[in-house]
T-cell receptor, first 117, second 116 residues
Framework: AQKVTQAQTEISVVEKEDVTLDCVYETRDTTYYLFWYKQPPSGELVFLIRRNSFDEQNEISGRYSWNFQKSTSSFNFTITASQVVDSAVYFC??????????????FGTGTLLAVQP | EPEVTQTPSHQVTQMGQEVILRCVPISNHLYFYWYRQILGQKVEFLVS????????KSEIFDDQFSVERPDGSNFTLKIRSTKLEDSAMYFC??????????????FGSGTRLTVV
């Protein structure tokens, strides 16, 4: 069965600190996609990144970076020099576009990040 | 940027009433989805829809729920007789197959349903 675990329920940091959000996933499939979404207090889901299972290169986008390690089934997300606007719930998700017919996403329980000024 | 549009953004309904949540997926997407998020909890898959029929549904998606693509552009979720526990944010999403440039997966901004 597919599963996504975000063990950190809440994290509180002070502005300008770096913070890493952990994501561990389980799947029997060799082809899959991993996602991160941000959910600000307004409630919408903001797409941050998609990574396919064959691409283990780390990615950096501004202050955001992602570390995909297939050997440990982890896809961690780091925010460098955090800002108050980063305060949100962050969800990691897994999809299996080829093993099943539907390409649905399986979400983790989310990590609430609070960045204090 | 193409968007998935959901209406209304917020709906309040009395227990036992029927509600219809509406979505306009991205025009060239082939798969359509509904997800639910109870306040403070994770986002859960409800149902996927492809080629004018349900392709997969979760155990949450019982006989009270139905989906329809009535006119080739709208995608609706109907809850026949709402219960208090149906109060949640409902997200519509659409995707290409295989996944496209933006993760091939676009969510609408959600409809917050409050059952009183």
């Amino acid at each position: 069965a597919q599963k996504v675990t975000q063990a950190q329920t809440e994290i509180s940091v002070v502005e300008k600190e770096d913070v890493t959000l952990d994501c561990v996933y389980e799947t029997r499939d060799t082809t899959y996609y991993l996602f991160w979404y941000k959910q600000p207090p307004s409630g919408e889901l903001v797409f941050l990144i998609r990574r396919n299972s064959f691409d283990e290169q780390n990615e950096i986008s501004g202050r955001y970076s992602w570390n995909f390690q297939k050997s440990t089934s982890s896809f961690n997300f780091t925010i460098t020099a955090s800002q108050v606007v980063d305060s949100a719930v962050y969800f990691c998700a897994l999809s299996d576009p080829y093993g099943g017919a539907t390409n649905k996403l399986i979400f983790g329980t989310g990590t609430l990040l609070a960045v204090q000024p | 940027e193409p968007e998935v549009t959901q209406t209304p953004s917020h709906q309040v309904t009395q227990m036992g009433q029927e509600v219809i949540l509406r979505c306009v997926p991205i025009s060239n997407h082939l798969y359509f989805y509904w997800y639910r998020q109870i306040l403070g909890q994770k986002v859960e898959f409800l149902v996927s829809f492809y080629n004018n029929e349900i392709s997969e549904k979760s155990e949450i998606f019982d006989d009270q729920f139905s989906v329809e693509r009535p006119d080739g552009s709208n995608f609706t979720l109907k809850i026949r007789s709402t219960k208090l526990e149906d109060s949640a944010m409902y997200f519509c999403a659409s995707s290409e197959t295989p996944p496209g440039r933006e993760g091939g997966y676009t969510f609408g901004s959600g409809t917050r349903l409050t059952v009183v």
